[in-house]
């Protein structure tokens, strides 16, 4: 193989040949890293993606994915990344929102659509306008919160576990202890300067390869083994 990876067209006259299509629905578009993204206005993002399917030969929608900007007014994402068989090409639709705002739902035009809105509404709290079943996909019931928001904490609000005692799963806030929150952040190849919970009984041992034979025994073999 010449290459790792295949080989998609080139993305000359892509963003001109967006732009002409688009109008007015198109904020802005870059390419950067050989990939060609499309900013999106909002209201016009179900128009544009009937063009970008029917017209410029994108069919096939491979993935919805969220965002989450902070600092921006426009705090969330969704990416839209679209294939095209004819071309053999790959475009990004970028579109932004905030908490309140709903994204149109693409489901009319790719019914596979609806899981995959589906789960950024159930990572970011994303709403999507028009889907039939806005409903948590990988999170349980009653969760609260969205896992892939920068402020969510990493250790969640509950845990899960079964009770023996009441013979159901039960809910529990999460009790970290303090211990677990220290993190010393050195690399693993260069070793520990404390004694490690386990290894109190380990004995150093000295530079060189380790060997099962003691000096005075490779001295009477004579290094022939």
């Given at each position: 193989?010449?290459?790792?990876?295949?080989?998609?067209?080139?993305?000359?006259?892509?963003?001109?040949?967006?732009?002409?299509?688009?109008?007015?629905?198109?904020?802005?578009?870059?390419?950067?890293?050989?990939?060609?993204?499309?900013?999106?206005?909002?209201?016009?993002?179900?128009?544009a993606?009937?063009?970008?399917?029917?017209?410029?030969?994108?069919?096939?929608?491979?993935?919805?994915?969220?965002?989450?900007?902070?600092?921006?007014?426009?705090?969330?994402?969704a990416?839209?990344?679209?294939?095209?068989?004819?071309?053999?090409h790959?475009?990004?639709?970028?579109?932004?929102?905030?908490?309140?705002?709903?994204?149109?739902s693409?489901?009319?035009?790719?019914?596979?659509?609806?899981?995959?809105e589906?789960?950024?509404?159930?990572?970011?709290?994303?709403?999507?306008?028009?889907?039939?079943?806005?409903?948590?996909i990988?999170?349980?019931?009653?969760?609260?919160?969205?896992?892939?928001?920068?402020?969510?904490?990493?250790?969640?609000?509950?845990?899960?576990?079964?009770s023996?005692?009441?013979?159901?799963?039960?809910?529990?806030?999460?009790?970290?202890?303090?211990d677990?929150?220290?993190?010393?952040?050195?690399?693993?190849?260069?070793?520990?300067?404390?004694?490690?919970?386990?290894?109190?009984?380990?004995q150093?041992?000295?530079?060189?390869?380790?060997?099962?034979?003691?000096?005075?025994?490779?001295?009477?073999?004579g290094?022939?083994?």
């Amino acid at each position: 193989m010449s290459s790792p990876h295949p080989k998609y067209a080139a993305n000359d006259g892509v963003i001109a040949e967006a732009q002409a299509a688009l109008g007015e629905a198109l904020l802005h578009a870059r390419d950067e890293v050989g990939e060609v993204a499309l900013h999106v206005h909002r209201d016009h993002l179900v128009a544009a993606m009937t063009i970008l399917r029917d017209r410029l030969g994108y069919q096939q929608l491979m993935e919805i994915a969220g965002v989450d900007w902070p600092d921006r007014p426009l705090r969330f994402e969704a990416v839209y990344c679209l294939l095209s068989l004819t071309r053999n090409h790959r475009i990004r639709v970028h579109v932004g929102t905030n908490e309140a705002d709903p994204i149109p739902s693409i489901t009319g035009l790719w019914p596979v659509a609806g899981w995959l809105e589906r789960e950024v509404y159930d990572m970011y709290g994303v709403l999507f306008d028009g889907n039939p079943d806005l409903r948590r996909i990988l999170t349980d019931y009653g969760f609260r919160g969205h896992p892939q928001r920068k402020d969510f904490p990493l250790s969640g609000f509950v845990e899960l576990r079964y009770s023996e005692a009441e013979k159901r799963v039960v809910y529990e806030p999460v009790q970290l202890a303090q211990d677990f929150r220290r993190f010393d952040f050195m690399s693993p190849w260069e070793g520990a300067d404390y004694i490690l919970p386990g290894d109190e009984k380990a004995q150093p041992e000295a530079k060189g390869a380790p060997t099962p034979m003691k000096a005075d025994d490779i001295a009477k073999d004579g290094g022939k083994k």
